[in-house]
């Protein structure tokens, strides 16, 4: 079993930033890709980003394009989600989750952390 920690959550003014951080341990070896997704209050959990465990691919929901950069340090089994111009509808808990391929549905990853808030104030 993978168990996945998030990190890097906070308050931040629009048009701030803010790196989250997702640390992986346990049985990686089947992992191949990690993902983003985010939930915010009321609404359904959504996809943000994902990326393979060699970092060669990765995906990114169109609200999130040119602005949030996901990257991996595969040696260290961490992943990072680098967010710029942040906007008030950012505002979510963000999950972190491993899978077997890039996907932008959830169910396409079977480990899941227990999110960090990311609130944006305007």
């Known amino acids: 079993q993978v168990q996945l920690v998030e990190s890097g959550g906070g308050l931040v003014q629009a048009g701030g930033s803010l790196r989250l951080s997702c640390a992986a341990s346990g049985r990686t070896f089947s992992t191949y890709a990690m993902g983003w997704f985010r939930q915010a209050p009321g609404k359904e959990r959504e996809f943000v980003a994902a990326i393979s465990w060699s970092g060669g691919m990765t995906s990114y929901a169109d609200s999130v394009k040119g602005r949030f950069t996901i990257s991996i340090d595969s040696a260290k089994k961490t992943m990072f989600l680098q967010m710029n111009r942040l906007k008030p509808e950012d505002t979510a808990v963000y999950y972190c989750?491993?899978?077997?391929?890039?996907?932008?549905?959830?169910?396409?990853?079977?480990?899941w952390g227990q999110g960090t808030l990311v609130t944006v104030s305007s």
């Open positions: 989750a491993a899978g077997r391929y890039v996907s932008s549905l959830s169910n396409a990853f079977d480990a």
